[in-house]
């Protein structure tokens, strides 16, 4: 019977917001039109993403012992979150990701302080914790020795293991061998694909293409679902709405088609707000989303040549 239990080992920041019109170049500076601070990092955003469609999520993580931690702990916990395993140090600040907003699209530069402290050693500590889960969702905002030890215990004691290779590093195929699925965008997919000999990578592969929708292969055969039309607010985030949504349908024993199209509906709703989390639906949204009559979420599907 499947659980809905899912862990979250990744980054938690405090991303600092600017709007602007112009985007400014090396040493030129420009006017803004709005700046604020809101919860973010790729590790708590897909553990919201999760909390909002009632799963039963358990974060493992590092803030520092300052003001922006104590926010987005308590934060994660008003989600619902369990957050007794994310540790406060007191030598590195909490992460934070300046993002700069133009035209509907994002730029970030992420400083990961405390996230660089869920060391090896942090994770095995939390092995049984590990252990009580359905699904891991991993990213690349902390140490990859990390990634590679959680994938390793997760393997261990079968719980299904999700890596979102972002933001894009080369990967070991240690670490590929490893997970269950790989949630590249498109251009994360093509240096994967160009760097990795791995034989049953296609069957891992989900590739998420933005309003394009989703990609994955299936018995030879490369699938896509569309994604729907919506008022893009901020992307930021989308990916990891995303990611959150994909673990919790797998987690409740859904198919990787099933899965795919509610995660694609999950991505969609997050974009039409501004912030990484504050778009992101709860269950009932998503619902009566996919209860609207609608152009899109349609799949097709091609041969891999
Ligand atoms: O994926 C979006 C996230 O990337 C932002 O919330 C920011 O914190 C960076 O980690």
Not at 86 to 100: D, M, Q, R, Y
Not at 234 to 239: L, P, V
Not at 240 to 263: M, P, Q, Y
């Amino acid at each position: 019977m499947a659980s809905n239990k899912i862990v979250v080992i990744g980054s938690i920041n405090m991303d600092l917001v600017t709007q602007t019109q112009a985007v400014p170049r090396l040493g030129e500076t420009v006017l803004g039109t709005s700046f604020t601070t809101n919860p973010g990092g790729k590790g708590a955003n897909q553990a919201v993403a999760a909390a909002r469609l009632n799963a039963d999520v358990t974060m493992i993580g590092a803030v520092g012992n300052d003001s922006f931690g104590k926010e987005l702990l308590h934060h994660l916990q008003n989600q619902g979150i369990f957050t007794g395993n994310v540790e406060p140090v007191t030598h590195k600040e909490t992460g934070i990701a300046s993002i700069t907003i133009a035209n509907h699209d994002n730029s970030i530069i992420v400083v990961p302080g405390a996230n660089d402290c869920v060391t090896e050693e942090l994770v095995e500590k939390y092995e049984d914790v590990i252990a009580k889960n359905d699904t891991m969702l991993l990213q690349l905002e902390i140490p990859l020795k990390s990634v590679i030890k959680a994938a390793e215990l997760a393997k261990k004691h079968g719980v299904r293991v999700i890596l979102n290779p972002a933001p894009y590093q080369d990967l070991p195929e240690e670490l590929l061998q490893l997970v269950d699925y790989i949630t590249p965008n498109e251009y994360e997919a093509v240096e994967l694909l160009k760097a990795s000999n791995l034989k049953n990578l296609h069957e891992k592969l989900i590739i998420t293409k933005g309003a394009e929708g989703v990609s994955f292969y299936e018995n030879g055969l490369e699938k896509n679902i569309s994604s729907y039309k919506v008022e893009v607010v901020d992307t930021t985030g989308a990916g990891d709405s995303f990611n959150g949504a994909f673990a919790v349908a797998l987690s409740e024993g859904k198919t990787i088609e099933e899965a795919c199209s509610f995660a694609v509906a999950v991505g969609a709703l997050a974009v039409t707000k501004l912030g990484a989390q504050s778009g992101m639906p709860t269950r009932e949204q998503v619902e009566a989303f996919l209860n609207e009559d609608k152009p899109s979420g349609n799949m097709s599907s091609t041969k891999i040549q």
